[in-house]
């Protein structure tokens, strides 16, 4: 690493991520979601439509982000997926190969997927110049420190570069409760 750098931090809570055909089905067909909160990333926004996600252990209402998405996918906390009794794996986003499935209920339907149940993985979206600055590469796994009154060191730090990227670390609930850590706060990449 070459230097260091205050990394703004995302806490980010459940939520999913909506195909078109899948939308169609829960909300109505054409229904286009309703921006309600822009997001740190560019084009990325929490819209005012919400969804439940049913399994037989329980269910809970996630929003969904915008905009629709090629494929349906969940992200959970882990204490989420208890509580619903799916065991879904830590992956990058897009990464849903052999993740479980479960049934999602709108208010003009229901899905039930086959998989595309996650745990996002700890990353840090970044451009190719802020890249260069901090001596990293995209796909590099990094140590990202936290200070304050329950600093740690978060290992497996996923580095995602795309110019269009605003700089931000993404964590989880449970992560950032761990940490002591809400949105805004910073964070360092550490060697």
Partial sequence: MTAAKNIPVGVSARHIHVSREDLDVLYGKGYELTPWK???QPGQYASK????????????????????RKQTQIELALTDAVKLG????VRDSGDLKNSPGITI??????????????AACR?????????AEL???????????CGGERGLIFDNVLVRVHDSFSLEMHIDTDEGNAAGLETGATVQIVK
């Fill in 105 to 118: 209920r709108g208010p003009k339907g229901e899905v039930t997927i086959p998989e595309g149940v996650i």
């Fill in 38 to 40: 822009e997001l740190s």
């Fill in 135 to 145: 001596g990293v590469k995209d796909k590099d796994i990094v140590r990202v420190r």
């Fill in 86 to 89: 799916v065991n879904p794996p």
């Fill in 123 to 131: 990353h840090i979206h970044m451009t190719s110049a802020e890249a």
């Fill in 49 to 68: 439509e919400t969804v439940e996600l049913v399994t037989e252990k329980g269910s809970m209402k996630v929003r969904i982000l915008g905009p629709v």
